[in-house]
């Protein structure tokens, strides 16, 4: 169920479309349209929680004059991943009484709702329908239908919960769309039932419209696991993530939106491999296209996480068992000195416990302030071991200190024990190990001139791929030593009078500098060698 921004409710219909009412989006026409929000996921539209997509391409039912045919499909931007729902493709759900729901009117003439309302209907013939008059007599048979309270109304859907789904149980406890909420005269008047686009009798073609926009509903319902949220850590390759999708028709074709820089997914096997080249918090949707005609399509969503490397000083490992007894709680503790600043919004945790019932288990992070970051909360019932990795925002907490992780058996009879954890409070991108220098700085001829950049709070020694950017303007390269004089006065040569008579010199130079502590004056000392050519540093990047 999902609130669109112009005031009309509509149903997930793949995790792309939306299935509302045309008229809901007539003023728009069929084409490519930015201009509805879609809310999902909540009762409440102010709930935090909320999902909130912008569309990319309204479809209004062909023929569409506003007097029957109101439907539409609405796309989204990204997938939501949702459940969706089913569309009736005949009349055997058409009795008994069918539920309603929308954050329109709740009483005719009265304001929108905040909070999401659902009401029971019951069904009513197209015959005695047309009988209340009106535009009723107008009623068109196959293309509408109607419910509500004949004799003592009370109960309908109103003004604003135009494009939200009738829908009811089939025999097989499946919610089934039958109608979309269309039109009525008043709400819930006596003898004036609400009316209903007649979704069976439009499933087809819903389908074939659907299949241009990326895919039809697929009848089975076209899943795709979810892997569940992923750790990585930049410059290390991910072990391979593979994907599942079923309820359609092989093969399937694969693409997937988000995806942390570095990692790719593959279109025939929907692995996703590579190195993540950047830290951050990624939302991750992975969309699987079946071989069906009309395709169909299956989606999933989840987080991926992407840390910095661990710095040396800001992580650390405790690999000493700690028994677990029976409903008791146990700590390991990690001391972490030589980290400066706060911890990263993307720490990790890797936990290894051992455990025979990980459903009686509360694990928690605490920081050395006493702040308690839950990480596993009894979930998991009767599955053995914890082997995970955890994301953590730690910003708001200083890395040096004693860190624990406490783990409470919070039930009877099984127990087990810490193997080890690891935690790195990463760096965050390491702003302040890195630097740049932009002032020019001439290279007169036969001359030797420097450029520094000053690195201070950042603990530890530099790393094994530290880069060092270089852009020198000079019209003869050959002429030129380029070195990198660490805060010891350790000499790097990055370049030595290599290039002949190439002009410039615009390289990333990758060094080993773990011998090397951070904090201190870095150099770029450039030798002009020889006769002739004259030039400036124009630039120069550290980072460590
Ligand atoms: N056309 C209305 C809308 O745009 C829906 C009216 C439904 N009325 C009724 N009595 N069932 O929201």
Redesign the pocket.
């Given at each position: 169920m999902v609130r669109l921004s112009m005031g009309?409710g509509g149903a997930m219909y793949t995790q792309t479309l939306i299935l509302t009412a045309a008229?809901?989006v007539d003023n728009l026409g069929t084409g490519p349209s930015t201009s509805v929000g879609v809310t999902w996921g909540v009762v409440d539209l102010q709930d935090p929680t909320r999902t909130t997509r912008t569309s990319n391409y309204v479809h209004i039912a062909p023929g569409y004059n506003g007097d029957g045919k109101d439907w539409a499909l609405i796309r989204v931007s990204q997938p939501i991943d949702s459940p969706l729902l089913k569309l009736a493709t005949d009349t055997s759900l058409h009795s008994g009484s069918f539920t309603v729901a929308g954050w329109?009117a709740a009483v005719q003439g009265g304001p929108q709702q905040r909070y999401l309302l659902k009401a029971d209907v019951p069904f009513i013939t197209d015959t005695q329908c047309a009988s209340a008059g009106g535009s009723y007599s107008g009623l068109i048979f196959n293309e509408e239908i109607c419910a509500g309270n004949w004799t003592s109304g009370g109960v309908?859907?109103?003004?604003?919960?135009?494009g939200g789904p009738m829908f009811k149980r089939n025999a097989a406890n499946e919610w089934i769309q039958v109608g979309i909420?269309?039109?009525?005269i008043?709400?819930a008047q006596p003898g004036r039932p609400?009316v209903y686009t007649e979704v069976r009798y439009f499933a087809n073609d819903i389908c074939s419209a659907a299949a241009s926009l990326g895919g039809c509903q697929s009848s089975g319902g076209l899943t795709v696991g979810n892997p569940g949220n992923q750790a990585s850590t930049v410059g290390t390759a991910v072990s391979a993530v593979s994907h599942v999708a079923s309820g359609g028709t092989a093969p399937y074709t694969w693409s997937a939106t988000g995806l942390p820089a570095g990692l790719s997914i593959s279109s025939s096997t929907g692995v996703v491999s590579g190195t993540p080249t950047s830290t951050g918090t990624f939302s991750v949707t992975v969309t699987a296209t079946d071989s069906a005609v009309p395709a169909r399509v299956g989606s999933t969503s989840y987080t991926w996480t992407v840390s910095s490397a661990p710095i040396p000083g800001c992580s650390a490992t405790n690999g000493t068992d700690v028994t677990i007894p029976d409903l008791s709680t146990v700590e390991s503790t990690v001391a972490v000195s030589g980290c400066a600043g706060n911890a990263s919004a993307t720490s990790t945790v890797a936990v290894s416990i051992i455990h025979p019932y990980i459903g009686d288990l509360v694990v928690s992070l605490v920081a050395p302030d006493g702040s308690a970051y839950v990480l596993h909360n009894r979930s998991g019932g009767s599955a053995d071991n914890i082997d995970t990795t955890y994301t953590v925002n730690l910003s708001s907490e200083a890395a040096n200190g004693t860190w624990r992780l406490r783990v409470q058996d919070a039930a009877a009879s099984d127990t087990g024990r810490i193997d080890s954890w690891t935690l790195n409070l990463g760096g965050g991108g390491t702003p302040s190990c890195a630097g740049t220098n932009g002032t020019d700085v001439a290279i007169p001829d036969l001359s030797t001139v420097t450029s520094t950049i000053a690195l201070s709070g950042c603990a530890g020694n530099a790393s094994a791929t530290s880069t060092v950017t270089v852009n020198i303007i000079h019209t003869f390269i050959g002429d030129l030593v380029v070195t990198l004089v660490a805060p010891d006065g350790s000499t790097y040569v990055l370049h030595n009078r290599s290039g002949g008579s190439a002009d410039n010199i615009n390289t990333t130079y990758t060094v080993n500098l773990s011998s090397e502590a951070r904090n201190g004056t870095w150099t770029l000392r450039v030798q002009d060698a020889a006769t002739g050519d004259v030039g400036r540093i124009d630039s120069w990047s550290l980072s460590l």
């Open positions: 009309c008229h809901c329109g309908d859907t109103c003004q604003g919960d135009s909420t269309s039109w009525g008043g709400c609400g």
